[in-house]
């Protein structure tokens, strides 16, 4: 499995991040919580790409859903070692080398101690929002069913039609599927083919999947916001996720 050249590219979005870093079991987090009242039994777990929690652009859209009413908890499951922003957009930058050293053995652990904890802090509910890398690890938590709500966004690593499967026998959390219209790693056809297994009501927990033509992958957190078409699918992807968790979480 690999990361295709979309997974680094993007533009990098201004603002200033509300929410704290928060060390969770060792584990360091970008925790965002709502300055109104807010169910305390709730979290959404960000799932970040392959840039991780560091990313100004994963800030700001942790901050996003705060602001929707959801406190949110984005994990570095990286370890303190995401890709360095200055790699966005870089050729030279050897994605296979860095990606060989953050294998499930790596990354899941940091990803299980920081849910054993919030579980002890009283949350009972969980949504996850995975964005590119992050939508593997959706998947694999949905497979466990430690989360109620998947949300998906351009997702990369994952195997079709077998993880689509897997997902329709295992999991009892409703999903949604942002996808897009130039996207190597979940490409048209893997779109129609999860359309064709959870489709038409097939799917109990519930099942949606939007398209936005003109995007390719990464749009949803690295999309250049200054062409119509990637901005109308960054805010509609973002749109999407939250009324799915408002209906599902």
């Excluded at 295709?4 to 509300?18: A, F, L, N, S």
């Amino acid at each position: 499995m690999s990361f295709c050249k979309d997974c680094i590219q993007g533009v990098r979005h201004e603002g200033e991040p509300q929410g704290t870093l928060e060390i969770i079991d060792g584990v360091s987090c970008y925790v965002a919580t709502p300055t109104v009242d807010y169910p305390k039994d709730k979290v959404i777990l960000f799932l970040p790409d392959v840039f991780g929690i560091e990313s100004n652009n994963a800030k700001l859209l942790a901050d996003d859903f705060v602001i929707n009413g959801f406190k949110v908890v984005a994990v570095d499951y990286f370890n303190g070692d995401g890709l360095p922003i200055d790699v966005m957009n870089s050729a030279s930058f050897d994605v296979k080398a860095w990606f060989a050293k953050h294998g499930t053995e790596q990354t899941r652990p940091p990803l299980d101690k920081v849910i054993a904890v919030l579980k002890e802090r009283g949350v009972t509910k969980f949504g996850a929002t995975g964005y590119c890398f992050g939508g593997r690890y959706t998947f694999d938590l949905a497979f466990d069913n430690v989360i109620q709500c998947s949300v998906v966004s351009h997702p990369s690593l994952l195997k079709v039609p077998d993880d689509l499967e897997a997902y329709f026998t295992k999991s009892k959390a409703p999903l949604l599927i942002n996808s897009c219209e130039v996207d190597e790693k979940f490409p048209a056809e893997a779109q129609t083919q999860a359309d064709e297994i959870f489709g038409d009501g097939k799917f109990a927990p519930g099942y949606k999947r939007e398209y936005f033509p003109g995007c390719t992958h990464g749009f949803a957190v690295r999309g250049d916001i200054k062409d119509p078409l990637i901005k109308a699918g960054k805010e509609g992807s973002f749109k999407a996720a939250v009324e799915f968790f408002r209906e599902h979480l």
